[in-house]
C-alpha cells in the first residue's frame, strides 16, 4: 500500500490529524491496533477547550457537539470547607469550556471519517515502524491475516503512551522527563444527574474529588485513590459515601446514587518527550506527553498537536516549505510545556500528598487563600483552564 502520511492510532490525535489532512488533500492511513468498538468503549476527557471547539468547527464535526455539549463559563473549587468559583467568563473575556466526552467527539471523527471514504486498518496487528530517518519509511503491520507494508513519506506517532512510535526511536535519540504521582484516579460514570450544574474540583484532608459530568443525565466522579488500588475493595455505595464525605455538604446532599456503568483507576503522570520529529517520524498527543486529568488538558494538547502537525504537512506539500516540519517540534513542545506547568499546579494544590510537610500543606492553603483574595491569580487559572491560544 502507498499513501503520503501513516498515522499510528486511531485515537482522538490521529483521527483530528487525518481530518485536517483531508481537508488539505492530504492522504493519510490510519493504522489501529484496537477495534473500533475498543477505541470507543475507552471513558477519557470530558472537557473540551475553546480551541478545540473551534478545530472540530472548522472540520464541520460541531452539529452534535453544539447540540449536545454543555457549556460552561465557570467551575468550582472546594477546599477546607470553603467554596471558590472560577467564573471562566469574566476572567477571560467571554471564553468557556464546552462539557463533551471525548467518546462523543472520537465517535463524530470516526463517522466523519467513513463517510468520507477515507480508510482507516483497525484491528491491526504488530505494527511496526521502518526506514523513518530516512526519505522513505514505511510501515509493516498484519491486518485480516494479511502482512502489509504501507509506503510513505511521514510517519504520525499518534499511539498513545504505550505505542509503537515512541518506543521505535533509539533511546539515546530522546530526552524524557517524567514525574509519576503517588496516587490515582477511582472514576465512575453514572446515569444520575449531575449533583451540580458546573464542576466541582475539591481538595479535602481525605483526598481529592471531581465532580464532572456528561450530560444533565449522566455523572462522571472521581476520587483520587492509591495508585495500585483495589476495584474490588469499591463497591458503588463505599465510592458514594466517600465521594460525599469529600464534597461540601450542599453538594454532597446532591450527590444522587446509581449503579455505576464504568469504574476504573487512571495513574497520574506528568511525561514529556523531546524532540518530537526523528526524520520522517512526527510523535503527537499522548505518544509525546502525558498530563494528570486535573487540568482537563490531555485530549486538548492532543488536538491541538494535531493541528500544528497539519498546518505543517500542509506547508509542505501544498507551498513546497520544510518551514513547518522543520519548527513543529520546537513549536508543539511550547504550548505542551506551559499545559503540562498549568495540570503539575493545579495538582499540586488539589491533593493529598502523604509526604508533605507542614510546611508544603501550609503553600496549599496559602494557594488557595490568594486565589480567594486576587483577582490576577484567578485571571492566572481561568486563561490556563479555558486553554492558551493555538
Ligand atoms: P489515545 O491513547 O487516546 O489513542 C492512541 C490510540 O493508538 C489508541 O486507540 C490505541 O489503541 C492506539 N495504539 C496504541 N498502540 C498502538 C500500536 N502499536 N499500533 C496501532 N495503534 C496503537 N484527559 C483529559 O483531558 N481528561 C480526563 O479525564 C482524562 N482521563 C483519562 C483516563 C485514562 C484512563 C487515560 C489513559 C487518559 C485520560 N485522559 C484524560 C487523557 C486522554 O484523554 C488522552 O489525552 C487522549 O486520549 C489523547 O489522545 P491520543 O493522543 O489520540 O491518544
Ligand atoms: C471528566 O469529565 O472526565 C473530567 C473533567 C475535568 C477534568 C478531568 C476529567 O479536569
Request: glycine share 10%.
Amino acid at each position: 500500500m502507498r499513501t503520503q502520511v501513516a498515522i499510528i492510532g486511531a485515537g482522538p490525535c490521529g483521527l483530528v490529524l487525518g481530518a485536517l489532512l483531508a481537508q488539505s488533500g492530504i492522504d493519510a492511513l490510519i493504522i489501529e491496533r484496537k477495534s473500533g468498538a475498543y477505541v470507543l468503549g475507552r471513558i477519557r476527557a470530558g472537557v473540551l477547550e475553546q480551541g478545540t471547539v473551534g478545530i472540530l468547527e472548522s472540520l464541520g464535526l460541531d452539529g452534535r457537539l453544539k447540540a449536545e455539549g454543555l457549556s460552561h463559563k465557570g467551575f468550582a473549587l472546594g477546599f477546607a470547607n470553603r467554596s471558590l468559583r472560577i467564573d471562566l467568563a469574566d476572567l477571560t473575556g467571554g471564553k468557556q469550556v464546552t462539557v463533551y466526552g471525548q467518546t462523543e467527539v472520537t465517535h463524530d471523527l470516526m463517522d466523519a471519517r467513513a463517510a468520507a471514504g477515507l480508510e482507516t486498518l483497525y484491528e491491526a496487528d504488530g505494527v511496526e515502524l521502518h526506514e523513518f530517518a530516512s526519505s522513505k519509511p514505511y510501515v509493516t503491520c498484519k491486518h485480516n491475516g494479511m502482512a502489509l507494508r504501507i509506503d510513505c513519506d511521514f510517519i504520525a506517532g499518534c499511539d498513545g503512551f504505550h505505542g509503537v512510535a515512541r518506543a521505535s526511536v533509539p533511546k539515546v535519540a530522546l530526552q524524557e522527563f517524567e514525574r509519576v504521582y503517588p496516587f490515582g484516579w477511582l472514576g465512575v460514570l453514572v446515569d444520575v444527574p449531575p449533583c451540580d450544574p458546573e464542576l466541582i474540583y475539591a481538595s479535602h484532608e481525605r483526598g481529592f474529588a471531581l465532580c464532572s459530568m456528561r450530560s444533565l443525565t449522566r455523572s462522571r466522579y472521581y476520587l483520587q485513590c492509591r495508585a495500585d488500588e483495589d476495584l474490588s475493595a469499591w463497591p458503588d455505595a463505599r465510592f458514594y459515601d466517600e465521594l460525599r464525605r469529600r464534597l461540601d455538604p450542599q453538594a454532597a446532599a446532591h450527590v444522587v446514587a446509581g449503579p455505576s456503568l464504568e469504574k476504573s483507576v487512571a495513574p497520574l503522570r506528568s511525561y514529556v518527550a523531546e524532540p518530537l520529529r526523528f526524520g520522517r517520524l512526527f510523535l503527537a498527543g499522548d505518544a509525546a506527553h502525558i498530563v494528570p486529568p486535573t487540568g482537563a488538558k490531555g485530549l486538548n494538547l492532543a488536538v491541538g498537536d494535531a493541528y500544528y502537525l497539519a498546518r505543517a504537512l500542509h506547508e509542505y506539500y501544498r507551498e513546497g516549505s520544510d518551514s513547518g516540519i522543520n519548527h513543529y517540534s520546537a513549536r508543539a513542545l511550547d504550548r505542551i510545556w506551559k499545559a503540562e506547568r498549568f495540570s503539575w499546579w493545579m495538582t499540586s494544590l488539589l491533593h493529598r500528598f502523604d509526604h508533605y510537610t507542614p510546611f508544603e500543606t501550609r503553600m496549599q492553603a496559602a494557594e488557595f487563600g490568594y486565589l480567594e483574595q486576587s483577582r490576577a491569580a484567578r485571571i492566572v487559572l481561568a486563561e490556563n483552564y479555558v486553554g492558551l491560544p493555538l
